[in-house]
């Protein structure tokens, strides 16, 4: 059975800090993997989606890694800012078809400093 | 806007009645989720649908019910027999097939008195 998980759970910088945040999964067989961001009571926001084949994604200041190999996953947010506090979550789905569902880590949550 | 409508954004239940949670998509997408979310214990599956008029259980579906009558809508009735339903509920959708991006809903917060 995959499983997902995030580490640390909380995690707290200054502002302007350039950061990583970890996402590591079991089985490496996955078909892609997905990166969320939730504010306090919202919804989950798509950030980055990095489909097996593919060593990275970009979105502005993110910048989703993936190797599959090591069951391992990055997010770099570069100049991090207070806005970018928020929970982060990883997906992976583990293959194509009618049947494939996700599977969630428990999230990073994130503070930036001023 | 294309996006993923859920309602209420509260939603409060006294013991032993039957609720519904509403949720509506004009992404054209296929699939519709249902989670729910726990403090501490990440994203859960409740049932999914792949196509109207077709629905499977997730990991956690006991005391949940879904209907699939329309492509855009996938409503979640929380029965009485669900023993703790207190949580926050999301809805997420995508084009199906595992390919692509799922997108969520706002979410609906419900608590039992």
């Known amino acids: 059975k995959q499983e997902v998980t995030q580490i640390p759970a909380a995690l707290s910088v200054p502002e302007g800090e350039n950061l990583v945040l970890n996402c590591s999964f079991t089985?490496?067989?996955?078909?892609?993997l997905q990166w969320f961001r939730q504010d306090p009571g919202k919804g989950l926001t798509s950030l980055l989606l990095?489909?097996?084949?593919?060593r990275e994604q970009t979105s502005g200041r993110l910048n989703a890694s993936l190797d599959k190999s090591s069951g391992r996953s990055t997010l770099y947010i570069a100049a991090s800012q207070p806005g970018d506090s928020a929970t982060y979550l990883c997906?992976?789905?583990?293959?194509?078809?009618?049947?494939?569902?996700?599977?969630f880590g428990k999230g990073i949550t994130l503070s930036v400093r001023p | 806007d294309g996006g993923i409508t859920q309602s209420p954004k509260y939603l409060f239940r006294k013991e032993g009645q039957n609720v519904t949670l509403s949720c509506e998509q004009n992404?054209?997408?296929?699939?519709m989720y249902w989670y729910r979310q726990d403090p501490g214990q990440g994203l859960r599956l409740i049932y999914y649908?792949?196509?109207?008029?077709?629905?499977q259980k997730g990991d956690i579906a006991e005391g949940y019910s879904v209907s699939r009558e329309k492509k855009e809508s996938f409503p979640l009735t929380v029965t009485s027999a669900q023993k703790n339903p207190t949580a926050f509920y999301l809805c997420?959708?995508?084009?199906?097939?595992?390919?692509?991006?799922?997108?969520f809903g706002p979410g609906t917060r419900l608590t039992v008195l």
């Open positions: 997906a992976v789905r583990p293959h194509t078809g009618a049947n494939s569902k996700l599977t």
């Open positions: 649908s792949q196509i109207v008029n077709d629905f």
């Open positions: 089985d490496s067989a996955i078909y892609n």
């Open positions: 997420a959708s995508d084009m199906g097939g595992g390919y692509n991006e799922q997108f």
């Open positions: 990095i489909q097996s084949s593919q």
């Open positions: 992404l054209n997408h296929d699939a």
